[in-house]
């Protein structure tokens, strides 16, 4: 009983020294994330739903999204589990995965119905997916109609242009024919990195692995319209 207790007055300890959420969000919408990442680096509290949380806002591309899987997963009653599934909801969007982004906002509707990011949630259209075997899965909110469509690998989705750029750069000076587009998810701009206007699904494949060679991550096949 005493070994317990003493665990119980450890992690209190602990977690009562975790970062300042609302301090850091306000620092955060002011602009002034290195701000927060310096509190992040001084604190002791590493592995407390505040620390993860703030760890994973700050974080780019589909490490984020571990980071945010991890929160969910390991602190399912955290205050702040509602944000947490909406920008896990912009990133699977942005990263083209729009079937998973479905089922989070799903999620986030049944489970926080008084969430004001529900309002951003009836703004999102969701585009046809390329599954991984080689099948178009249709949105639900889309009419499928005719159109000329083209395939490119989506290499990489982030907040920050500047880490976006360098991605182009890298993709670019290894040979790929790489362009970039802006996205707008939930209020937050979006830089994505994009390889290739091929015009089938097979031409696109054909580079896919080449391409996560150099960026080290899965890349996706994205369909979209002329």
Excluded at 45 to 71: G, H, N, R, W
Excluded at 193 to 207: K, N, P, Y
Aim: glycine content about 4%; overall charge negative.
């Amino acid at each position: 009983m005493k070994a317990l207790l003493a665990i119980v007055l450890i992690t209190f300890q602990v977690w009562s020294q975790s970062p300042d959420i609302v301090q850091c969000l306000r620092l955060i919408e002011s602009g002034r994330s290195d701000s927060v990442l310096v509190i992040l680096q001084k604190s002791s509290a590493k592995d407390s739903p505040s620390y993860i949380f703030l760890d994973a806002l700050l974080t780019e591309d589909d490490k984020a999204v571990v980071k945010f899987e991890q929160l969910l997963s390991r602190f399912p009653s955290f205050a702040y589990n509602d944000a947490a599934l909406f920008r896990l909801h912009s990133y699977y969007y942005a990263l083209g995965s729009y079937n998973r982004a479905k089922e989070i906002a799903s999620n986030l509707k049944k489970n926080y119905p008084d969430s004001p990011y529900l309002k951003q949630l009836d703004k999102v259209e969701y585009s046809d997916e390329v599954t991984e075997t080689g099948e178009t899965v249709p949105a639900e909110s889309v009419q499928t109609e005719s159109k000329s469509v083209y395939y490119s690998l989506q290499a990489g989705a982030f907040l920050n242009r500047l880490n976006a750029e360098r991605l182009l750069n890298t993709l670019a000076g290894k040979g790929f024919d790489t362009f970039m587009e802006e996205k707008e998810i939930g209020g937050s701009l979006f830089y994505i990195v994009l390889v290739g206007q091929f015009d089938t699904e097979m031409e696109a494949r054909t580079i896919k692995k080449q391409v996560e060679a150099e960026t080290k991550t899965e890349s996706k096949i994205v369909k979209s319209s002329r």
